[in-house]
T-cell receptor
Framework: AQSVTQLDSHVSVSEGTPVLLRCNYS??????LFWYVQHPNKGLQLLLK??????LVKGINGFEAEFKKSETSFHLTKPSAHMSDAAEYFC????????????FGKGTMLLVSP | DVKVTQSSRYLVKRTGEKVFLECVQD?????MFWYRQDPGLGLRLIYF???????EKGDIPEGYSVSREKKERFSLILESASTNQTSMYLC????????????FGPGTRLLVL
């Protein structure tokens, strides 16, 4: 069985400072990993995904994530936060066997102050 | 663009009522999913379907059933709604060729009184 742990329920940053959202995973297989974002009253949007190609994955809106197998981590980063980045972020792992269902982390709320 | 629509954005029901939540996708996707989202718990998979008339239980199927009579439509049914089913319900779909990439609807916020 696979699982993800998002290490922070809330992260607060100032506009223009770096963003780091932490995620650790557990999987019996070589996992596929994702980050999704949910803005207030909006649907879930895929930010980026890792599927065993390059370990550094670039996504939309300047976000990127690095897959580190030795640390079982998939942290999400952005060099400079914008006010529009304020949202809830979910780290997700996929079971590559069978039906490829997704297992979501509990979410990290990113707060961006001026 | 893939579009996943859900029949209602907000719904208020009474305990014991039978509740239907409808989801429609327009991209001919084979796979469809129902999740519930609760604060601090993330999304949890209720049921999914990989073909018409086929269904599989997810992590939390108790108290729910589903129906998939047509490829584009996937219904979630609460046979007898209870207050602990108050939640945000999200539908998603994916193709078999790219099954890990799911597209989500806007969600239905259900309040059971």
């Amino acid at each position: 069985a696979q699982s993800v742990t998002q290490l922070d329920s809330h992260v607060s940053v100032s506009e223009g400072t770096p963003v780091l959202l932490r995620c650790n995973y557990s999987s019996s297989y070589s996992p596929s990993l994702f980050w999704y974002v949910q803005h207030p009253n909006k649907g879930l949007q895929l930010l980026l995904k890792y599927t065993s190609a390059a370990t550094l994955v670039k996504g939309i809106n300047g976000f990127e994530a690095e897959f580190k197998k030795s640390e079982t981590s998939f942290h999400l980063t952005k060099p400079s936060a914008h006010m529009s980045d304020a949202a809830e972020y979910f780290c997700v792992v996929s079971d590559p066997s069978g039906y490829s269902t997704l297992t979501f982390g509990k979410g990290t709320m990113l707060l961006v102050s001026p | 663009d893939v579009k996943v629509t859900q029949s209602s954005r907000y719904l208020v029901k009474r305990t014991g009522e039978k509740v239907f939540l409808e989801c429609v996708q327009d991209m001919d996707h084979e796979n469809m999913f129902w999740y519930r989202q609760d604060p601090g718990l993330g999304l949890r998979l209720i049921y999914f379907s990989y073909d018409v008339k086929m269904k599989e239980k997810g992590d939390i199927p108790e108290g729910y059933s589903v129906s998939r009579e047509k490829k584009e439509r996937f219904s979630l049914i609460l046979e007898s709604a209870s207050t602990n089913q108050t939640s945000m319900y999200l539908c998603a779909s994916s193709s078999t060729s790219r099954r890990e990439t799911q597209y989500f609807g806007p969600g239905t916020r259900l309040l059971v009184l």
